[in-house]
């Protein structure tokens, strides 16, 4: 006598499982990314050239503080900017560079500057294209404020 395994009995098969039909929608996927990429670069593209102008604009802010800095302790103010940034146009107020020695504590001096920023991204000149504005062709101009009151 022959021992054999207990093994349960199979279960009588169903009906056989309908075959599904495939569409063909292999086109589908690559037609869905053609539609989104155009937004997805756009963003993209946005975050690279916004970051690039945001760093350029905390570089003119500390430009103008320290030139300002600079212009109330009669130092040379275009040096002082030159170290931040080279580059970066400088214009004063009031008409003096520099505070006097003898400077009222209420007499503030006022530093600008200013400097030429253009996006690297193809979206600088599509922004360009839709806005018809022929002013800007080498970009626009970042500028920053520095105020500091005379030392005296």
Do not use: H
Not at 62 to 79: I, K
């Amino acid at each position: 006598m022959t021992l054999r395994p207990c093994v349960p009995p199979l279960p009588p098969s169903a009906s056989p499982r309908p075959k599904r039909v495939r569409r063909p929608d292999g086109g589908a996927a690559a037609v869905e990314f053609a539609i989104i990429l155009p937004l997805l670069l756009a963003i993209v593209f946005g975050i690279i050239d916004f970051g690039r102008m945001m760093a350029n604009q905390i570089t003119l802010n500390e430009a103008a503080r320290e030139g300002a800095r600079a212009a109330a302790f009669n130092q040379p103010v275009q040096a002082q900017v030159d170290r931040i940034g080279p580059g970066i146009t400088v214009s004063f107020s009031p008409s003096p560079t520099a505070c006097p020695a003898t400077a009222d504590p209420s007499v503030n001096v006022v530093v600008t500057v200013y400097q030429s920023w253009s996006p690297i991204t193809p979206l600088g000149p599509i922004l360009k294209l839709i806005s018809n504005d022929s002013s800007g062709a080498n970009g626009f101009t970042q500028r920053a404020k520095g105020v500091m009151q005379c030392s005296g």
